[in-house]
Every structure is written in structure tokens, then in C-alpha cells.
């Protein structure tokens, strides 16, 4: 995944002085255009010690900031769906849905093997929403249950959800409405068509209830699904041993050098985060006001591509366009087809990480018996028309994979390299890796115990980033990665 044989730019150990004088002119553009690769940084002259002070300051205020901005998010996002809220007349959400017909099919293919038992009991532990989850997902789970094991086994639960406390009219007719169909499907009675109102808000799950689950061919998707993930673990293994022992043996370095300017791009990275979740509420405050609820991920682009106003930053403070770009990596490589060419390697890298995660996932969410199953909004988009997908598409497969790589493996990553260097190159990477793959992945809506399989997939991206140089490979394997979760949601959305 590297350059073989290739050595990194040197550069300065201390953040540039701000009376430096005009740096070195670099190389003509002709030679970035013949070789493909970024341009050498020349060494530019080291800084005084109230230059360093400044710097740490500069770095010690935006980290304030990120912080608090971090920490901010994550609490918005844990109260989407508070306690009082909770009892109103909602839908069973999408992602619910989507794992309800995953479980069902699975189970379904299985038939009467002797390994039914014991997937059916690590399905039923595995699919459980948890308390913090909206009632009528926990709802809905009592009947899954019931589909999986047996209808007592779903009444049982359904029993201890109850009825929240202050709960509406609706709710109890649908409370009602579950447990005598789940008592008529224990006594092996005849399970009548469910009333309108309670059909459309249960969704699946009313099929389920009434028995009249359509036919599906859902289990040569899961069959197909299970390929593609093992023929790419198996490869991201390979290549994952085969890049560790390049490197020890020297045969590959790293590609991200120090140019000194750690400060400017801690700077840059607060600044794109505020606007980034200042944007993202905006369009939140905007629809809610305006009732334009379809126009929402529309919003959602612009509001991702808005951020990267944030970029100007650096040129403001008197950086080049050029140097910009080269420092985060958003340049060609050794050119666009042979960066792009390693998107699917990266990919490969990637799922093996991404798979420890789970397993690390699982047994936090053991732990933590109340914690809700991860979600994101989109997935509630899945269910509809094209007119709905195609946004989604445009978001998860181009937007995210352009903003975020330029963000955390682009800016973050800099940053971060250019800080930790006085530790060596090997721990600087290290710590780069950890920090960016944690900070990326908690900020995303599926909730915190879900960091460990996002941030699984961001290491393998900043693999990519460290020794490639450019961002591209990982843009092209976040784009895989978001396309084919979307394409599985879709299609078990649909059935």
C-alpha cells in the first residue's frame, strides 16, 4: 500500500515563526505534473521558544474546542429520543425493521438444522434494543422473539416492556392489540388482519403478527453478503502481514512527513468541526420551521460540503494553496488511477479491523444491558422511493467519503503526526491513528458503543493515508465501505 523504497520529506521539529520571512520557492509545477507526486517541502527555518509557546497555546485552545464540540454532539445525539417522547404514536424505525427481516430470513434458511437452537439464542441476545431504545422498538423485538423462538417466549417480553408511564391512547390500543395476537398465536388460533392505524406503525413486524410475512429471497442476498465480507477479510489479513513485514524490513516508510505547521492545523480542524455541526443544526432548525422534512438531505449535502470552507484558513494565515493541499494529502500520488487502483486494497485493510471492532462492540453491549442498538438517520430514508435513496446515495458514498477523509485522515491526521513527533515516527503514527479513528467515529450517530467498529474502519483508512500520501485510496474505500452497507439496507429494507 506504500511507495516501496520510498523515503518521507524531512522537515523542521517546531512550528514555523510568524516573522519568518517568505519560505524557499518550491519546485516548478512542471515536476509535480511529470511525477504525479507531491512536490519536496523544503526545510524551512526552526522557531523561537515564545514561537513554540504560541503554537502549544494556539493548539491548547483549539483542542478546547474540539473537546467541547465532541462532547456536545455525542449528548445531542444520546437524547434524540428522551424519556417523555418516547410514548407518542411513532413507526417502528427503519434499522429495527431492517434486522428484523435480516433475523427472520437467517433463521428461516437455517429451517431445522441442529445449530437452529443456539443461533436462534445468540440472534435473540444479539437483536435486543435495549431500554434506551423507543418503546415500540422494544415492541416490536417481543414479536420478533416470538417469530424466532416461541410465542410465549414474545409475550413473556412483551409483558415486561408494559406501557410507559404517561402513554397515549394509541399506545395502549397497540400494547392491546400485540398481546392478543400474540395469546391467540400461542393457542394456535387463527391470527386476524391487524387494524389499519397499528398495521402502518409496526410495519414488518405487523406481517410477522398476522402471519402473512410475504415470501423473500433475502437468504441468497445474506448468502452473497457473507462472500463478499470473507473474500475481503481474507485479503485485508494478507495484506495487513504482508505491509508489516515491508515495513520492518524497511522496504516501506511512512509518506507523511513534518512541514511545522501543527498549530495551523489544529486551528483548521476546530474550525471545520464547528462549522460542520453548526451547519448540521442549522438544517435541522431550517426543516423543523419550514416543514420542508423531504428536502433534508439535500440540506444535509450542502451543510457537508459547506465545511470545507474551513480550508481557507490556512491560506488566510498565509499558506499557499499548494502547500495546503500537499500537507493533507489532497493531490494525485503517483497519479488518480493507480491512488484509486488502491481504494479496494484499502478496503480489504480495512474489514479485518473493522471486524475486531464487532467482536469488541459485542461485549460492550453485554455490559451494558439498557445501552440501544446503533442506528444512523439515513436508514429511515432506505424504506422509501428512489427519490428518497438517491440522496442517501449522494451523502454516504460521495459526500462523506470527500469531507471526512479531508477532515479527519486529511487535516486531523496532519495535525496530529506533526504534534507527536518529538515521540518518534512509529508512535506518532500510532497515537495519530487512535486519536483521529476515535474522534471520527464518536461523532457519529450510532451511538458510543459503536467506536470500536468505526474506528476498525478509520484506522484502515489512515493505514492508507500514512503510507500512500494521498487521500484518494481512502476516499475510494470509505465510498465502498458506505455503498455496500446502503445497498444491504436498501435491499432488506425492500425485502
Known amino acids: 500500500m506504500a511507495h516501496p523504497e520510498s523515503k518521507p520529506e524531512s522537515g523542521p521539529e517546531s512550528e514555523l515563526p510568524r516573522n519568518a520571512s517568505t519560505p524557499p520557492p518550491l519546485p516548478p509545477a512542471g515536476d509535480e505534473r511529470s511525477t504525479g507526486r507531491p ?4 526545510t524551512p527555518p ?5 514561537d513554540g509557546r504560541s503554537a502549544g497555546l494556539r493548539i491548547l485552545v483549539s483542542w478546547i474546542l474540539i473537546l467541547s464540540l465532541a462532547v456536545g454532539w455525542v449528548f445531542l445525539s444520546n437524547i434524540r429520543h428522551p424519556d417523555e417522547a418516547v410514548s407518542g404514536p ?11 427481516r435480516l433475523m427472520h430470513n437467517l433463521i428461516e434458511w437455517l429451517g431445522t438444522t441442529e445449530d437452529r437452537e443456539n443461533v436462534v439464542a445468540m440472534t435473540i441476545d444479539g437483536s435486543d434494543p435495549g431500554d434506551a431504545a423507543p418503546w415500540i422498538d422494544q415492541v416490536a ?4 422473539q416470538a417469530d424466532l423462538d416461541k410465542p410465549s417466549r414474545g409475550l413473556a417480553k412483551l409483558q415486561e416492556i408494559g406501557l410507559p408511564d404517561g402513554a397515549s391512547d394509541a399506545d395502549a390500543t397497540l400494547f392491546a392489540t400485540v398481546r392478543d395476537a400474540l395469546e391467540q398465536w400461542e393457542r394456535g388460533e387463527a391470527r386476524p388482519a391487524l387494524p389499519e392505524a397499528e398495521a402502518a406503525r409496526l410495519g414488518w413486524f405487523g406481517h410477522v403478527l ?4 410475504p415470501p423473500s429471497n433475502l437468504a441468497v442476498l445474506l448468502v452473497m453478503a457473507f462472500a463478499w465480507y470473507a473474500a475481503f477479510v481474507v485479503v485485508g489479513v494478507v495484506l495487513l502481514v504482508t505491509l508489516v513485514v515491508l515495513i520492518f524490513l524497511g522496504k516501506v516508510k511512512p509518506q507523511v512527513a513534518v512541514t511545522g505547521h501543527s498549530a495551523i492545523y489544529a486551528e483548521t480542524f476546530a474550525l471545520w468541526f464547528l ?10 432548525v431550517i426543516v423543523q420551521l419550514t416543514g420542508l422534512e423531504g428536502w433534508i438531505m439535500v440540506g444535509a449535502l450542502v451543510a457537508m460540503f459547506g465545511s470545507l470552507a474551513a480550508l481557507a484558513w490556512p491560506v488566510l494565515r498565509g499558506m ?4 495546503v493541499r500537499r500537507d493533507i494529502g489532497l493531490h494525485t500520488g503517483r497519479g488518480v488511477l493507480i491512488e484509486c487502483a488502491f481504494g479496494p486494497l484499502t478496503y480489504a485493510v480495512a474489514l479485518p479491523l473493522m471486524f475486531v471492532g464487532l467482536v469488541l462492540f459485542s461485549i460492550l453491549k453485554k455490559l451494558s444491558e439498557d ?4 442506528s444512523h438517520p439515513v436508514f429511515e430514508e432506505l424504506g422509501g422511493g428512489i427519490q428518497a435513496v438517491i440522496p442517501v446515495y449522494l451523502l454516504a458514498c460521495v459526500a462523506a467519503p470527500i469531507v471526512e477523509e479531508i477532515a479527519f485522515r486529511g487535516i486531523l491526521y496532519r495535525h496530529l503526526r506533526e504534534s507527536g513527533r518529538v515521540i518518534g515516527t512509529a508512535l506518532s503514527v500510532l497515537v495519530a491513528m487512535l486519536v483521529s479513528s476515535v474522534l471520527f467515529a464518536g461523532i457519529h450517530p450510532q451511538g458510543l458503543l459503536f467506536i470500536p467498529v468505526l474506528g476498525g474502519l478509520a484506522t484502515g483508512f489512515c493505514i492508507a493515508r500514512e503510507f500512500r500520501g494521498s487521500l484518494l485510496p481512502g476516499m475510494v474505500a470509505h465510498a465502498i465501505t458506505n455503498f455496500v452497507t446502503v445497498s444491504l439496507g436498501v435491499a432488506l429494507a425492500h425485502g
Do not use: Y
Not at 39 to 42: K, Q, T
Not at 320 to 323: F, L
Open 46 to 50: 526552526a522557531g523561537t521558544a515564545a
Open 90 to 100: 411513532s413507526r417502528v424505525s427503519m434499522i429495527s425493521e431492517i434486522g428484523g
Open 39 to 42: 512536490p519536496a517541502i523544503p
Open 275 to 284: 462549522c460542520f455541526l453548526s451547519f448540521q443544526l442549522a438544517v435541522g
Open 320 to 323: 499557499s494553496w499548494r502547500d
Open 141 to 144: 423485538f417481543a414479536i420478533l
Open 210 to 213: 398476522d402471519g402473512t410475512v
Open 371 to 374: 445501552a440501544a442498538q446503533p
